[in-house]
Structures are given as C-alpha cells and as structure tokens.
C-alpha cells in the first residue's frame, strides 16, 4: 500500500487579495476497477474527492473519476484573504480520509 | 547465464576490446529527447509525479527502523550529504560485488541496520534510491571501468552489442544506430538511463532502471534478465559508463 | 465562522455517490444530466491541452471559464467529460467567490482520440461548453503489464 501522502505547492507569501494558484500532487495508483474474463477481479479503489479549506471555508473541491490520471494533480485558484493553513483532504473509495496543510502568508 | 560462461565472454570481450571504441559523440543527455512539455514537467517539483517517491525517500531517511537500530541519518547526517553519490554508482565494494544504488542500500540495511533486505521494485527501496539519486541531478556521470570493474564492463558491453529476442535487435542497433528515429510514438534516445528511478506514464509509477530494461527486452521479444540481476548491473555499468560526462536527471520524468 | 470540519460547504454533486456505486453512465447521460435541458452557450471556455498526447495514461488538461467570480456571478462548477472513455465523467471542479478566477488543471486519462467536452455552470444559471480534440498515439517499448 502507498503513503498517503501529497505535495502542495502556494506561493511563499502573497497579498491580501491576491489570486493565487495552488498545486496539489497526491500518491495514489487511482487504481480503476478490473472485471474482466481471464484477468483477476479487483475492485475500483481511487481518490474521489479532493477539497481544500481556508480560512474557515472550504474553497474547492474535486469530484475525480478512474479517469483521472494516477497520482493525481490538480491546481486551482484562491484568493489570499489572511495568514494561515490552507488544508488539502483527499478522501478514497472505502472512506479513508487524509490531510495534510500548507501555510500561506498574507501581508 | 553460468558465472563459467560469464567469464568466458568476458576474456573474449577483453581480447577485442581495443577494436570497439564508444561512439561518445554521437551520445545525447536523455532530457533532449523529451517534449518540451515533459522537459518543463520534469525540472517542476509541484508537478512531477516522481517527486511523491523522493519525498517517501527522505522520510524513510530519517526513521528509524527499529528500537536500538540506526537510521540513514544516525550513521550519514542529513540526505544532503549523498552529493555526489549517484555519479560514482555503480560501483565495487570492498569484497569485490558490483553494486548498484539500490543494492548499496540493501547492503545497508542487512549490514549496518539489522534489517532484511527491501525487495527489488518495492516502494521503500525505489523512494530511497530516487531521494540519493536526485542529491546528484545536474552532476556528471563518473563511473570507474577499471580494475575490478572491468570484467562488469566488458560483460555489460558484450551484453548491450548482443543481439537478443525476435527481433534479433542489440541495444546498439536501436540506441546507437537510430537514435532521433521514431519507433511508432517515441524518439528513440541513447539509452543513457540517468533519469532513472523514473516516473514512467507508462507504468503510472515511478520504477527502477532494471524494470525499463526488461520493458526493452520485451519489446525486441526477448526473455529478460531479473531485476537485480549481474547481468542488469553489468549492463547498468555499461550505461553508465557511456553517459559519462552527463548529468544525472532523476527523478526522471518519462513517456 | 464554524470549525474546519464543519465548514460551510460547496453544492455537492451526484456524481460521487454514483461512481462508488459502480454503474457507469454513457457519455450522453452524463450531459444530459449536467445540461438539464438548457441550451449551452459556446465561447467564455479556454481548454488548454496538447494536441498530440504522450501517452494516454496522463493528458495535461488546464481549463479556464471568463467570469466576474463575485457572490452574485461566478463559475460554481467545472464538467470534464471524455466521450469514448469508459467513465465519460471524467471529472467536476466545484467553486465559488473564493476562487478569485475559474482556473483550474489536472491531469486525465484519455483511452483513445477524441474531443474532449467541458461544461460550465454559472451561479445565474447560464451553461457554458466548449471541445477540444487530442490525438492519442500508442508508445514503443510497452510491457503490457
């Protein structure tokens, strides 16, 4: 089983009001489901939701598919509205929740 | 293949070796036969996958692995200090086993941690050897062939002019011959491998340099070496050796 | 404002509860459902992806939908669809006033050539789509495993 684990990228600092572009890469084989004659049965198992908050409200949110690539990665926009954690959730088909924070600066 | 023909080959190769000199200029650094796309992914730590493995790499750094054993960073400091390391590899020990990266690691791990081995292809070994390997990215390649490295050498130059599979092609007649060329959608490279460990789209996962070799001889239908194999580290040496001068790209980022 | 958990959030779409049921729609169920009878408005969408795809196992896609993002007008959700995919609901981005701009990227599998379909809806109601071909072509050196 893969770490869970993700990388965020925000930029060092920005200012109040600022659109700013946040990366998010999370490790997972987004593994779709096999059902198929002479191949072994394996379930679906992906992220399926990928959500961000901030200051007090969620600001985005993902709704993925087996479409999406493996080890997903999306970017998105937000405003800088004050110092603080923007925190990222995946959440996996069986309902495994996962976190992780990145701090944006804003002067 | 027997250690007996093994050593036979070698002494054949020797004999020639004066005959068949590298083609170095003609050699190109693997990045230049990426898009342009996947260069710009490929030098972007927030998009490039392979940079989940070095991030799992740095963190097993610094565990501990059990109560009383030591970490990678109780015996070396911090992950900084393998500047350097992934150009000189691979390379002999002091008992004479070439060792690649990943085999440097398990020695490690069974030697000085008191742990079993991490088996070839698993995610621990793979993400610290792409967390090595990326404190080398941007550093030349400068493996040693000589002394007693040579006989790995020249098993691995025997092996990459050997032609092999249905296809009856050698490493040469592809990564030499028709480097620029397209083989249905790829350019084909010179085969150098300093990207790897690589994140491969292929495989939606980052793997090893002996897993994109088997994926060759696959290709050319042929029945490929195992991963960890002397046949693949002789090989490995060889590649490394006509990379020289070159830099070291992992974590790569490939088709 | 309440806590982090329980934080106000973004209009949920169906599209989660299905896919975990296992059943996938057919490309113009998924639009049908999306569209709900208005008619789309062409233009206001810029898709930004190559034409010629690496490989089909990751396709960059980056979307961006021209809009004021204010409380009274702006993007509140983001639909990809691959029509010749298996899941032809490929992926929704959910937004609101927050965004500052209705930008967003990711990274999609694209099983053969095709145009691939975005909708835009709007906090007023208005629907926007827009398609973009990419050009699938089959790699060398493939394990096929």
Partial sequence: MEPAAARITVPQAARRGEIVEVRVLVRHPMERAIDAPGLTPRPRRIVHTIRATYAGEEVFRMDLSPGIAANPYVAFRTLAVESGDLVIEWIEDGGAVHRQAARLTVS | MTARRARAIVAAALALAAAAPVPAAEIRPSHEFLSPTMQAQQDDPSRHPGWLWVDEGESLWSRTPAPGRNSCAACHGGIDAMRGVATRYPAVAADGSLLNLEGRINRCRTRHQGEPPHPYESSPLLSLAAAIAQRSRGLPMAVAVDGAAAPSFELGRYLYDERQGQLNLSCGQCHDEQVGRRLRGDTISSGLGTGYPAYRLEWNALGSLHRRLRACSIGVRAEPFAAGSAEHLALELYLAFRARGLPVESPGLRR | ?145
Avoid: W, Y
């Avoid at chain 3, 409380?71 to 509140?76: L, Q, T």
């Avoid at chain 3, 032809?88 to 999609?108: K, N, Y």
């Avoid at chain 3, 827009?130 to 394990?143: H, K, Q, S, T, Y």
């Fill in chain 3, 1 to 145: 404002m309440a806590a982090a958990a329980a934080a106000a959030v973004l209009p949920t779409s169906p599209t989660t509860a299905r896919a975990q049921a296992g059943t996938a729609e057919s490309f113009e169920t998924a639009q049908q459902a999306i569209v709900r009878g208005r008619t789309p408005r062409t233009g206001g969408i810029a898709i930004d992806m190559p034409p010629l795809s690496e490989n089909g196992n990751s396709v960059d896609v980056s979307i961006r939908v021209d809009s004021p993002m204010t409380a009274a007008d702006h993007v509140r959700a983001i639909h990809v669809l691959s029509p010749k995919n298996p899941h032809p609901r490929v992926a929704t981005f959910h937004l609101g006033p927050r965004a500052g701009r209705a930008e967003v990227a990711t990274r999609i599998r694209v099983a053969t050539t095709q145009s691939i379909v975005v909708l835009a809806e709007t906090s007023t109601g208005a629907l926007l789509r827009a398609e973009r071909e990419v050009i699938v072509v089959l790699g060398a050196c493939v394990e096929g495993g």
